[in-house]
């Protein structure tokens, strides 16, 4: 489990920037280690980092609907009609339909705090999703996949192992 923060790519290895992997402490480095899923360069939050390409792939697959859930804070107010949207699918502009998702809001405002669940991960997709209604994403963090949270006590930055509880029971 990595809380990762802004400015990092979460890929294996770049020659030219940061990557999630170099914030792990030397012990843990070894070959085949890599990001299972992705978060854009300035988005923050949980990453889990593995070498077991079947386990990632489980995890990632849209088919096993495993639910990774995000807040972000949103430059204009939410609406009902944009939380319905959500949740009967949102198809991007492009024309690429993305599943049924979760939209509800943590603090109402102007520019609100929501938390949104998705069990999918198209190429920015939830800055896509409300760009469909004209929505800007002021800021963007991974909390959860399946049921690992991130660990509320674990730094940007910062790593640790799974506990075996959560990696038994993140596919339940």
Known sequence: ?????????????DPKASTVLDL??????RPGLFPAGRLDKD???????????DWAHKLLSPKNEIWKTYEAVIDRPITQEIITAFEEGT????????HPA???????????L???TICEGKYHQIKRMFGTHDCGV???????????KLDVNLKEGSCRLLTPGEQNDIFC
């Open 1 to 13: 489990m990595l809380n990762k923060p802004a400015g990092i790519l979460c890929v294996s290895k």
């Open 24 to 29: 792990l402490p030397n012990e843990w480095r």
């Open 43 to 53: 988005t923050t939050g949980l990453v889990l980092i593995t070498d077991d390409g």
């Open 91 to 98: 198809t991007l502009p492009d024309g690429t339909p993305c």
């Open 102 to 112: 979760k939209l509800s809001i943590i603090q109402d405002g102007n520019e609100p």
């Open 114 to 116: 929501v938390q949104i």
């Open 138 to 148: 002021n800021s963007l963090k991974r909390t959860a996949i399946g049921t690992v």
